[in-house]
């Protein structure tokens, strides 16, 4: 019910004001029957504006943060969330990627349309990184069809860091739908799953006009983070010399 009100009288009408969010390709979306999203993730924004320009509603598997914040700001998130029917997931592998998958395969079976990001996480600078196989196993399993969308912009008007976005111009392409039957009954062969999920990211590179990085986005995440961690202490430790040497 918050979904629709929301998208009917809240940010629905926000966004359609101030961006003018367009799509391409509406009709590769089935109008009934499971299917699932796969979108590259550049903005925290990229569910909202999709989920505006669709007639059915999207359920996204959302990461389990969300959903387990403390304070009056957990707790805003976690209603929120919650209240729109996005289910949380543990995305940190092992058995709760096991608990992912079920809670996907739990949407499609109800015939809805099922948002995933096969890079598992923001873009930190606007590229396309390599998918995680867990788009593909969802695909094998559930026979629905595999729908790719680019969404164009979102990382221009609100980059990772950003909290408001900025005025821009936001929109999405939607490919047509993915066929994998041919790999019916080989969701569990490792070259399978990297194939069919390289073939996703294949064609969200050509609707997106990204560049495309071979390396998972998580892995730059770190690596970033590791690089400003040293930085900082580089600095750190000039400081204290200086100090020393004034004392």
């Known amino acids: 019910?918050?979904?629709?009100?929301?998208?009917?009288?809240?940010?629905?009408?926000?966004?359609?004001?101030?961006?003018?969010?367009?799509?391409?390709?509406?009709?590769?979306?089935?109008?009934?029957?499971?299917?699932?999203?796969?979108?590259?993730?550049?903005?925290?924004?990229?569910?909202?504006?999709?989920?505006?320009?669709?007639?059915?509603?999207?359920?996204?598997l959302a990461k389990s943060d969300y959903f387990t914040g403390r304070g009056f700001k957990g707790a805003l998130s976690r209603a929120f969330f919650s209240g729109v029917g996005q289910v949380p997931i543990d995305r940190t592998g092992g058995s709760a990627s096991q608990a992912a998958l079920k809670a996907g395969l739990s949407v499609l079976d109800k015939g809805q349309l099922l948002g995933i990001y096969p890079e598992g996480t923001r873009s930190p600078d606007g590229k396309l990184y390599r998918g995680k196989t867990g788009v593909a196993r969802l695909a094998l399993i559930s026979k629905a069809p595999v729908i790719p969308v680019a969404m164009v912009g979102t990382f221009d008007v609100q980059p990772e860091g950003r909290v408001i976005p900025k005025i821009g111009d936001v929109g999405s392409i939607i490919g047509k739908p993915l066929d994998f039957s041919r790999y019916e009954g080989l969701e569990n062969d490792p070259l399978v799953l990297r194939a069919v999920t390289d073939e996703i990211m294949y064609e969200l590179m050509k609707l997106g006009s990204q560049e495309y990085v071979d390396v998972y986005a998580a892995d730059v995440k770190k690596r970033l983070k590791q690089?400003?961690?040293?930085?900082?202490?580089?600095?750190?430790?000039?400081?204290?010399?200086?100090?020393?040497?004034l004392s």
């Open 1 to 60: 019910m918050l979904y629709w009100l929301l998208k009917l009288f809240g940010i629905g009408p926000l966004l359609r004001l101030f961006y003018s969010p367009w799509a391409q390709g509406i009709e590769n979306v089935p109008l009934t029957g499971p299917a699932i999203m796969a979108s590259n993730h550049v903005s925290f924004s990229d569910s909202f504006f999709l989920g505006v320009v669709l007639k059915r509603r999207i359920t996204y």
């Open 227 to 245: 690089e400003s961690d040293d930085l900082d202490d580089e600095f750190g430790l000039a400081i204290g010399e200086f100090e020393g040497a």
